[in-house]
């Protein structure tokens, strides 16, 4: 597998929890973007892409027919096979849900809303500017369009958020029947405002134990709806799994393009500079791109391997995992292995390490123990 990230980091408003690359839409800033990424894309190296992802940001704030020229131009420039899924975030606010249809034509096959609530305050209080009934509105144009492979965004953890409140939500996402469902829990970010609002009013924001309930409770109403729990935060309809996300957890090669995108290529991650001005500007005069850049090797790569596909239902295929990396998974992680079995926290055989339902609840700090170990 190989993946196709491009960034599209315009919004019509921001959100106060986000700390992604991200910028208020203004239409001249929005169009020199597009063509300093027409740049970068025609001085790209050559690469299949078997999935492509057009994340922001909101991709949305641009017109549907923009949208269709990138998708046309990225075909042009990359091998993109047939039934390649290819995917597009998108804020459902009703102002910016035209031309289904044109994405569509565009060769779209996947669509992923950022619905994050079905409850009004907690949509106002997330700075939202949806409604529940906009995100319905939305799925029901998508569907009429001919899309058949929908995702929803939610968010667990926000102020103010309920168990009862939680589940309305997770029941209303459940009625629109979509084949993928990402639950995420609220991270607060420095330098965002939720970071001060929580520096100021920490007890407003969800506690370990709360979050704990909300993330159980998604799982076991989730999987009892038939959705597969594949990865910490996500769930899909049988054959519905995120085919570019899975590349990432199998630390498969990947090429980001736009401000702040990520690639992973012979081993090298590489991630252009979050400056809009100083991104546009070097792709715009051929340039080199401003990019932070780390060669991973030995068991640098095999312990965020291992980070990556402890995340997943499958875990580590240590079979596999020593043919690639040339590391013998049970011996080598053998002492933290005999930890995280005692609390618990990991079941292992002869061929698979997976992280057990309780190492799920903790599975950044699973995870991290892998990465450490030289």
């Known amino acids: 597998m190989s993946g196709l990230y491009v960034h599209l980091p315009f919004c019509p408003y921001i959100c106060p929890y986000c700390d992604f690359a991200k910028w208020p839409h203004r239409r001249s800033a929005a169009a020199r973007y597009l063509d ?5 894309t025609a001085r790209a190296p050559a690469f299949s892409a078997e999935t492509i992802f057009l994340g922001g940001g909101t991709p949305n704030t641009y017109d549907p027919a923009d949208i269709a020229a990138l998708v046309e131009r990225l075909r042009a420039r990359f091998f993109v096979p047939a039934g390649a899924e290819i995917t597009s975030e998108l804020n459902p606010d009703l102002e910016l849900c035209e031309g289904f249809d044109a994405y ?15 409850v009004a305050p907690e949509l106002e209080m997330l700075g939202r500017r949806h409604s529940p ?12 369009a001919g899309f058949e492979n929908l995702s929803l965004d939610l968010i667990f953890g926000a102020p103010g958020q309920t168990t009862a409140s939680w589940e309305t939500s997770l029941d209303a996402a459940l009625a629109l029947e979509p084949q993928h469902i990402s639950t995420y829990g609220l991270t607060i970010e420095d330098g965002t405002p939720f970071r001060a609002w929580q520096a100021r009013e920490p007890e407003a924001f969800a506690d370990n134990e709360l979050e704990a309930d909300l993330y159980g409770l998604a799982i076991d109403r989730l999987g009892a709806a038939g959705y597969e729990h594949y990865e910490i935060s ?13 590349n990432y957890w199998a630390n498969g090669p990947y090429l980001g393009l736009g401000v702040g995108a990520a690639s992973f290529l012979g081993g090298v991650r590489s991630v252009n500079t979050r400056d809009l001005d100083r991104y546009c500007a070097a792709a715009l005069e051929g340039s080199p791109i401003p990019v932070n850049s780390e060669c991973l090797t030995g068991t640098a790569r095999a312990g965020e391997a291992a980070m990556l596909a402890l995340r997943t239902a499958e875990g580590v295929e240590t079979q596999s995992f020593a043919e690639r990396y040339g590391i013998d998974f049970l011996t080598h992680y053998a002492e933290v292995l005999s930890e995280m079995r005692a609390a618990g926290l990991v079941e292992s055989s002869p061929s698979h390490v997976r992280l057990t339902r309780r190492g799920r609840f903790v599975a950044n700090d699973v995870c991290a123990a892998f990465v450490t170990v030289p």
Do not use: K, M, W, Y
């Open 104 to 118: 569509r034509a565009a060769g779209i096959t996947r669509l992923s809303f950022g619905a994050q609530s079905f």
């Open 36 to 40: 300093a990424l027409a740049a970068e």
């Open 234 to 246: 996500n769930f899909a309809r049988p054959g519905f799994r995120s085919r570019h996300n899975a």
């Open 133 to 144: 009934d906009d995100v319905r509105t939305a799925f029901a144009r998508a569907r009429e």
